[in-house]
């Protein structure tokens, strides 16, 4: 799919960006609006999010970062009183129909939360649980995908020889790659993440940020962060959202360097947020 994201999707850009190359897109969000109940929490959407890229989603508390990155997996419709309109294309096909099965795109997609949240198991058996459910059973295999995805979450030296020790010994960083890990473990395009470091001490911090920019060159990762610093560091492109609507959503080194939108200079240089 070839979108011309920012040329339709960045209010107030105007010809400033005819010189950006048109990218790649896994999902293309289209007038994406939902409510809950009935308090409207984001306003007619549209975002084209890049693959193999880091596309931040930034913002003051309560704009609708997290209403966003679970609509992307429809994780928000767990929520009885959500109510959507618009598209959410993700490879050309509306995950929002009917007919669509959720069970499909959670393996396409992966997520990762604010508190690491591995089971109360062992190393191995978090990695493999999502698999078991699927039906890989065989031990050669599973050993294989477990080797490869702590690899890959850059956790493997220091755990392989705890693979039968239960997770919640594991520190709050290690915890964090685990379920990175575990999210690789089922091979998905997309790995959303909400605030992964926010309970994360500086060292895991910058561990997991390097981890993001090595995994881009296999996955498209959407990151919710409060941090800017971390915004700028470690995304290719950066959504401004503000009361549920998208205010600037551009390359990363643009929007923090000229900020077309006031709001998004403001909130960029601290004035409110
Ligand atoms: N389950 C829910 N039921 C009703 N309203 C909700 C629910 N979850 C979120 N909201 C409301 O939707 C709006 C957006 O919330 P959301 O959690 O997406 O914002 P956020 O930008 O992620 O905030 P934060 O940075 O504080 O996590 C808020 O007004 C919030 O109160």
Redesign the pocket.
């Known amino acids: 799919m070839q979108s011309l994201a920012l040329e339709k999707n960045t209010p107030g850009l105007g010809e400033m960006n005819y010189d950006i190359e048109p990218e790649k897109s896994i999902y293309a969000v289209d007038d994406f609006s939902l409510w809950?109940?009935d308090?409207q929490?984001l306003h007619t959407i549209n975002l084209d999010i890049p693959v193999n890229r880091v596309t931040a989603i930034i913002?003051?508390?309560?704009?609708?970062?997290?209403?966003?990155i679970k609509a992307l997996n429809r994780m928000v419709e767990l929520?009885p009183?959500v109510k959507m309109s618009g598209k959410i294309m993700y490879k050309d096909e509306n995950i929002l129909t009917a007919k669509y099965k959720v069970e499909d795109l959670r393996t396409k997609v992966g997520m990762v939360f604010q508190n690491p949240n591995p089971f109360p198991k062992s190393v191995y058996e978090n990695i493999v649980f999502g698999l078991k459910i699927h039906g890989i059973k065989k031990r050669q295999i599973l050993d294989e995908i477990v080797e490869k995805s702590l690899k890959g979450a850059a956790l493997w030296d220091e755990v392989k020889d705890r693979l039968n020790e239960n997770a919640l010994g594991l520190s709050g960083g290690q915890q964090q790659r685990l379920c990175i890990a575990r999210c690789l473990a089922i091979e998905p395009d997309v790995i959303l993440m909400d605030?992964p470091t926010s309970a994360l001490d500086p060292v895991s911090t910058s561990k997991v940020e390097e981890l993001v920019d090595t995994l881009k060159q296999n996955y498209s990762i959407v990151i919710?962060t409060?941090n800017m610093q971390q915004a700028a560091r470690i995304s290719d492109k950066t959504a401004f959202?503000l009361n549920?609507e998208v205010i600037e959503y551009d390359n990363t080194d643009k929007l923090f360097s000229y900020p077309v939108d006031k709001r998004t200079e403001d909130y960029i240089t601290g004035r409110f947020g």
């Not at 913002?59 to 966003?68: D, E, H, I, M, V």
């Open positions: 809950y109940g308090k929490a913002g003051p508390s309560g704009c609708g970062k997290s209403t966003f929520v009183s605030e919710v409060h959202f549920g």
